[in-house]
């Protein structure tokens, strides 16, 4: 176990529907990342949040909504997705955005949600 | 664009081979080199973080090597087991402050 959990591991979401999917870290960091990776392409980057900021959108469409209420959580809200959509979802933490300072700590996966878009 | 490559993409070994793959990243602004295993339906696990150049890690059968100059880090594990069946994922750390991932070399050892 990593100590980073997402719930839910299988969504499968119609293109009207609106969903979110939960991260939670149990290991006190203060940074939190959402990865996408669609079939046979490396894991990509969409948002990261450093202290509940967040410091970076990867050119990700607007119907992707993240949310960071506190550095445990974090959320990824999702409305009006398309099938091309559909992937695993993956959060991460560490204990600070990966580069402030030359940080290089490492990130703590969860097991991701595999999302379906009908 | 910053490029990481793994390779072989996908790797098949009896138990008991030695094996290695590579991954490749760009030689300039290089703050770090990571290495994650990952199970099929689990989290990707960290294995190691490389800063150095001519850095060597281990854990247990497995190591890697680090060459920044060149660009290129090289994953061993010798002795494989059926355990050490998954698939091993290389990310680049520059100064995006960004981790750019491989992606990755699937490793099947066959009982």
């Known amino acids: 176990e990593t100590g980073v959990t997402q719930t839910p591991r299988h969504l499968v979401m119609g293109m009207t529907n609106k969903k ?34 967040q410091t970076e959108n990867n050119s990700v469409p607007s119907r992707f909504s993240p949310e960071c209420p506190n550095s445990s959580h974090l959320f990824l809200h999702l409305h009006t997705l398309q099938p091309e959509d559909s992937a695993l979802y993956l959060c991460a933490s560490s204990p600070i955005r990966v580069g402030v300072a030359g940080e290089v700590n490492e990130q703590f996966f969860g097991p991701g949600t595999r999302l379906t878009v009908l | ?14 138990e008991g081979d030695s094996t290695n793959f590579t991954c490749s990243f760009p030689s300039s602004n290089f703050y770090a080199l990571h290495w994650y295993r990952w199970e099929t339906a689990k989290s990707p696990e960290a294995l190691f973080v490389m800063t150095l150049n001519g850095d060597e890690k281990k854990k247990g059968r497995i190591s890697a090597t680090l060459n920044t100059k060149e660009g290129y880090s090289y994953l061993y594990i010798k002795g494989s087991q059926p355990e050490d069946s998954a698939t091993y994922l290389c990310a680049f750390h520059g100064n995006t402050g960004k981790l750019i991932f491989g992606q990755g070399t699937t490793l099947q050892v066959k009982p």
């Open chain 1, 20 to 53: 979110s999917l939960k991260c939670e870290q149990h290991l006190g960091h203060n940074a939190m990342y959402w990865y996408k990776q669609s079939a046979k392409k490396p894991l990509e980057l969409m948002f990261v949040y450093n202290f509940k900021e």
């Open chain 2, 1 to 14: 664009i910053l490029n990481v490559e793994q390779s072989p993409q996908s790797l098949h070994v009896q």
